[in-house]
C-alpha cells in the first residue's frame, strides 16, 4: 500500500509569482501532477491581458472585490463577486479586469498537466 503524503498548510510568506499576464498579479501556491493552487490579485481599474490555460480547467472562487470576465467569441462580459465560483473551461481565450473600488482576490484550481497559462492576442476589434 502507498503512504499518504503530508499534510502541508501554505501560508502568507509561502506564496510564489506565478505564470506572468499583464494587468493581474498570479501566485502560486503549489502545484503537484494535475493540480495547480494558486491566487490572483486585480487592481481597481485594471484589465489583464487576453490568455487561456491550454488544456487545463480553471475554477476561480471571488474572496474580495469583483472579477468581471471577458470572453472572446462571446459578447459582453459576466461580473463575480464574493462568494462566486467562476469555471474557466479549457482553451477559452478570455482576460479578466475589475471594474470596483477595491483590489479583487481569487483562488484558483487549475486541473490538468498542461501548461498553466499561455497569453495571446486579443480578439480583432469589431466593426464600427
Known amino acids: 500500500m502507498t503512504r499518504p503524503g ?3 498548510v501554505y501560508g502568507p510568506d509561502d506564496w510564489e509569482p506565478a505564470d506572468p499576464t499583464p494587468g493581474m ?3 502560486q501556491a503549489f ?3 494535475g493540480l495547480w493552487a494558486g ?12 490568455h487561456h490555460h491550454a488544456s487545463n480547467e480553471s475554477m ?8 468581471r470576465l471577458e470572453c472572446e ?4 462580459y459576466v461580473d463575480a463577486e464574493p462568494g462566486c465560483v467562476v469555471h474557466v473551461p479549457a482553451h477559452a481565450v478570455h482576460r479578466e ?3 470596483g473600488s477595491e ?3 481569487a483562488l484558483i484550481a487549475r486541473a490538468g498537466t498542461d501548461v498553466p497559462t499561455v497569453n495571446v492576442d486579443g480578439p480583432p476589434a469589431p466593426h464600427a
Open 60 to 67: 476561480l472562487y471571488v474572496v474580495r472585490g469583483v472579477l
Open 31 to 33: 502545484t503537484v501532477p
Open 97 to 99: 479586469s475589475n471594474p
Open 39 to 50: 491566487r490572483v490579485t486585480t487592481q481597481p481599474g485594471s484589465a489583464s491581458g487576453w
Open 25 to 27: 498579479a498570479r501566485e
Open 103 to 105: 483590489a479583487s482576490l
Open 6 to 8: 503530508r499534510v502541508r
Open 73 to 76: 467569441g462571446v459578447e459582453g
